[in-house]
């Protein structure tokens, strides 16, 4: 469902939220303005209007003419102050939809023509038929695919998502816990242009860092810990469209910074795709940066405390008894976090910008080796340049079967080994 777009907050208003929490204001706007100016922060939307929403099984066997009350009450007001928003269609069951969403879905899409904000759907992979007619009604849909999914549909699937750009592929399971303290949440949903499996109603601040743009180590410790602050601050000052997005904002503190332009790195270092040279040094960089922000979280954590929702009392509590209270406010203090989570990286971040649209998929092939190095990110997202115009439609279902098996954390033994060698070689 396209909207019309709603303006980009300026660099002035943005660095003034930001900054508006320290006690120096004047320094850290001008740090976080730097940031901004100097291409190596961006923000790709108004911070905290993308958000993800399940309908559930009671509104999803309503009428047509209840689903769109449903839809102008839930969502109205969002949309009509620039939010993003995913519906999730799926039933608890996760297998159908009934076809009264579609009329619902064009009726609201008509009412809103106008408004700023800009409304997709979102369906799991057994529910493609649902998918491919919402996407034939010019609504933009995520499909959350899995590793499990059977062949027959996968290649359907990708066939489909190829063919047709309104059908965006978000794959599921690819956000991790970034602490050993908490465990993984299951997603239902999807971000409607991050482009990642969320579970629905959670507040998610995303933010875009050049990795071209951070320089040498020591310079890049110093600019990833102002990304950083920057983010946290700006958490507590974003106006999160509903209340339930504040309330998980303020208790997960959920922060998801998205490196770009990870691969032209490869090509300022005049390294080869395809190399194991330059697939270990790609992974010694995304180890690097995934090490500097998770300690700047570790360190924000000290100063202004844990996420609330990680519980650190309880933490504090439970271990207490087994190791006194020195040691275990030791072992605590090593492991707490500001966020519950920070590293996203998307396949388009890795495929060098300057690259020409593949000529029979030969550099698409090469690039393909550097997916596996994605494994150390916390999110795996679909954002980012369209690839479908760069890649052929082998190469395309490829890249969809590869990403999954990195997403599932396979590519390190020998049955990941094996699922590589297939997505990379095998037909589609």
């Known amino acids: 469902m396209h909207m019309r777009m709603c303006p980009l907050m300026s660099i002035g208003e943005l660095t003034a939220l930001a900054a508006a929490a320290e006690q120096d204001v004047a320094r850290w706007q001008h740090r976080f303005a730097a940031l901004l100016r100097g291409g190596v922060l961006s923000v790709p ?19 047509a003419a209840g689903q769109l009350v449903w839809l102008r009450q839930t969502l109205g007001k969002a949309l009509r102050s620039g939010a993003r928003v995913a519906l999730d269609l799926a039933d608890n069951g996760g297998h159908r939809a009934p076809g009264h969403w ?13 408004a700023p904000g800009n409304l997709s759907c979102s369906v799991p992979l057994t529910m493609l038929d ?7 009604a010019g609504i933009p849909v995520c499909v959350r695919y899995s590793p499990q999914a059977s062949p027959v549909l ?37 971000m ?34 102002y990304c950083l602050r920057f983010a946290d601050n700006l958490i507590d000052a974003v106006n999160w469209p509903l209340a339930t997005l504040r309330l998980d904002a303020l208790l997960n503190r959920r922060v998801a910074l998205r490196f770009t332009h990870v691969a032209d790195l490869l090509a300022r270092n005049h390294l080869q795709f395809g190399t194991t040279r330059s697939f270990l040094w790609l992974q010694r960089q995304l180890l690097f940066v995934r090490r500097c922000i998770v300690h700047e979280s570790m360190l924000l954590a000290r100063r202004r405390g844990p996420f609330p929702d990680l519980c650190a009392g309880d933490l504090m509590a439970a271990l207490t008894p087994r190791y006194g209270v020195a040691d275990a406010r030791r072992l605590l203090r090593n492991r707490l976090l500001r966020h519950r989570h920070l590293f996203a990286l998307s396949p388009a971040s890795l495929l060098p910008i300057n ?5 029979g998929g030969s550099v698409a092939r090469d690039w393909l080796d550097l997916l596996p190095a994605m494994r150390h990110a916390d999110a795996i997202l679909f954002s980012g340049p369209d690839l479908r115009s760069t890649l052929s439609q082998s190469d395309w279902g490829r890249l969809l079967r590869l990403t999954a098996a990195v997403a599932a954390a396979r590519v390190s033994s020998g049955e990941g080994r094996a699922a590589l060698q297939e997505a990379k070689a095998g037909p589609l």
């Open 355 to 359: 690259t020409e649209p593949a000529n």
């Open 45 to 63: 939307d108004v911070p905290g209007q993308e958000f993800a929403l399940a309908a559930g099984a009671g509104v999803a066997g309503q009428s």
């Open 192 to 225: 409607p242009h991050a482009l990642f499996e969320v579970r629905a109603g959670t507040a998610w601040l995303v933010l875009d860092v050049d990795m071209r743009k951070l320089g040498k180590p020591p310079q890049a410790r110093r600019l990833l810990r």
């Open 102 to 114: 579609q009329t619902s879905l064009q009726l609201f899409r008509d009412e809103l023509a106008d």
């Open 154 to 190: 996968f290649k359907r699937f990708a066939r489909g998502s190829y063919a047709n750009p309104l059908i965006r592929p978000v794959l599921a399971g690819a956000v991790r816990p970034l602490s050993v303290l908490h465990g993984a949440e299951r997603g239902q949903a999807a």
């Open 130 to 136: 649902s998918a491919e007619s919402i996407a034939a």
